[in-house]
């Protein structure tokens, strides 16, 4: 302390405070403050907490500016006496051992000699150096005698002379004539907020917090820019939301004493009463409080607002308001005080609001604070399905729930999104206690193998008819969710065209109501499209459920179905990087939302053997594979089918383990006539030596995929006859087939790229194709697209290098021929320049188009530029 006379003054108000360690580089508002030498005042505002004085603090130190003073006020301050004697005593460090001006004011005890001895004090400031003032915390300023003088010094202050005053409510001087004259700069509480970057920043190098990003993604959207909401959350030990009710003593406290003391009894009233609203305006309040009025509700929130209290408006236009996360949390801790009588009451009043104006998914909230129940499943009857209700229908309880069997299965299908697979399995069994074997129990059943069965093997589950879903007592979202699974069990029983419908009535059902089951929908669709081969049909839907996987009301868990089956439509296309980067993305969801489902970790693991195996790492595939079945000893054979056969067609597959599988297939029979399967058994009993089964078993699945247009099992079914003929025929009529069978496959594959079944076998089949090759190369026999497929074969297959180049796919005459096509000339003036007959131009401008795949001259000279085969 410094003492002179009788008057003490706290020399801790006028040190300029240290900014904290490790600040962040607030430069946008650096760049503004930059202009302070301009400026006769600069206004900065923001609620508690909002980083005034770090902000100011850290751009005196990263600037280097000179001649600044620092007054931190309090409540003490708030007379004129004490606030002009502070104010000179800070700035009395401007002038070298003459404290004479000081000596003055601490004398004077009269408010009427205040302005002499201000020009007195303006008079000391004029100099030709540039001087600046800091007043912290100005909002203590509200005595009328110190707003008087503190203008007056305004009005006469000296250009050289600039002032900061920060504050948490608006200026508590008229600050007009110097906006006027372009002197003001003001920065208000949004410009204070932190921008997503910087939060992350302040969180990361700040605070120094070693939390994943997801985590700290949360916290920083979660304090909606407020600096002081992400410390108050970490002093509350709470990386994401909910600090208060955590039990945050300090964050309470803190809010408490800074913000909530500092207001009216009746702005507390307000505050606590309508922090159950998700959002307010007048009419809302107007209702809810008998009495209130629209001039009241606008003075109280104007009122809260000057205040800098955290009150966003979301719709400036209406004026309706939300309360800051925070804030919001901690006035629901006061609201839980009040009565609980006065508490229904108000949530009833609210609800009967909201659903007067049409706000269901308010209203239903509502009613469930008040624990109206039958309010609650009245209003999930009327919105039919819609995803918004069923968060709240999640809260009701699960006896209450399952008075009605459409809403229950909602809510079942709610928590299947999110994966919260514990309360999945109580209403499960709700509805096996309540409905038996009846078809309502199927719209639950076909994610049993999810719940209860650790060998994931799915149970099999029959398809019910157009007229038994018409009979079930659903609204239309409840149906759109039966028909897709319906369209699963169809595909089970390779009734294709019948799932396609059931799918496609599901979307149409769905669309606009329910944005989950949409999403599952065009996912069961791809599945559907995949399974028949119609890969770019696959992937179409796959691209329409991805436009709904960032929609807003979508439930975390989705992703891991979506990544899945994208990643296997990748991979039967062999687009292995693109089926890399997409489990990568299933890894990144698995670990950030903490799924631990045993059917997702083996699915995961399942398809990361199978990357193996695609990039030509047998052992590491191998391992995976061998590896689920020792994590997972029970795991069913019949789950393994793919990787068995990875494994038999990169000679890995032990005896036991395709004992094991044919065994227990023969049996399953809701798997036993799938097409796949039956091509696996015909493979592994061909390796035993029954050739003659073998064969059998195949040419039924050829017979069967032709007549149902299936192209992928076709495919696979005519490269395992390949594979069978190589060693098993007569050669002569061996090579016959065997070329048919090859040509038939691409002819089925080369439109959707079907090319994994032919890499599996590539060792049998690369020599065939190199054959085919070169029998086939501009003769015409195969369609210009199915010979540039085949080359795509023979490069998966062997890899690039084995190809010929680009530049060798035309003869020396062909590639003379191009190069005048690119002139625009005649078949017969190119016959002319080149010595040779028209007859045989057009020989040779037929086999480039052969080669090349094109149909005209023009896309021929395109196809040729593209491919480096005519010179620049």
Known sequence: ????????????????????????????????????????????????????????????????????????????????????????????????????????????????????LLIALINRLCSEEDCYMVLDDVQYIKDEVLIRTFEFFLKAMPPNFHLFLLSREEPPVYLGPLAMSGRLLFIDGKQMQLSFEEGMSFLRDTLKLTGSDRELEELNRYAEGWIGGLQLSVAAGQYSGQLLRAGGGIAVNYLTREVFETLTEEERVFLIKTSFLSYFDAPICMKLFEGFTESEFEQTVEGLIRKNLFIICIDERNNVYRYHNILSEYLAEQFKKIPEREKRDLCKKAADIFLERGDLEEAMNEYYEAKDYDAVLSMARTMEGRIESWNCLDKVPLEKLMEDADLAAQCFMYNLGNMNMDRCQDIFEKFREYYGDSDIFHIVQFAEGYISHSDCILPEYHALTAEQIDCLPFGQGAKAMILVENSAALVEKMEYEEAESSAKKAIQISKGINVFVEFFAYTQLAQVYEEVGRMNDSLACYGKAKEMFYHPSMMSGVGTSYYFGLVGVYMRRMELEKSEETLEAARLLMDSYHIRIEVAEVTLVFHEAEQKFLTGDIKGGSEKAYGILRQYPSLSRLTMARLIYELDCAGNLPEAMAGEFLEELEAALNYREQPFMRLLRARLLYKRGETEEALRETEEIMKFSRLHTNKLRLVEAGILKIFMLTGSMDKNLRRRDISNLLKEAIHYAWEDRILMPFYMDREVLIPLLKELYEKENGKGAMTPAENNFLKEVLAACTGRASLPKETELLSERESEVLAELARGITNREIAEKLCISQATVKTHVLSIFNKLGVSSRMMAVEAGRKKGLLKT
């Open 1 to 116: 302390m410094s003492f002179s006379s009788d008057t003490l003054l706290l020399s801790t108000k006028l040190k300029i405070p240290a900014p904290r360690k490790n600040y962040i580089l607030r430069r946008a508002l650096f760049e503004k403050l930059s202009a302070c030498k301009d400026m006769g005042v600069v206004f900065i505002s923001g609620g508690a907490g909002t980083g005034k004085t770090t902000l100011l603090t850290s751009f005196i130190r990263e600037t280097g500016l000179k001649n600044v003073c620092w007054v931190s006020m309090d409540s003490s301050n708030a007379n004129v006496y004490s606030f002009w004697l502070y104010f000179t005593a800070a700035v009395n460090a401007y002038w070298e051992e003459d404290e004479s001006l000081l000596e003055m004011m601490r004398a004077n005890t009269d408010a009427s000699h205040m302005e002499g």
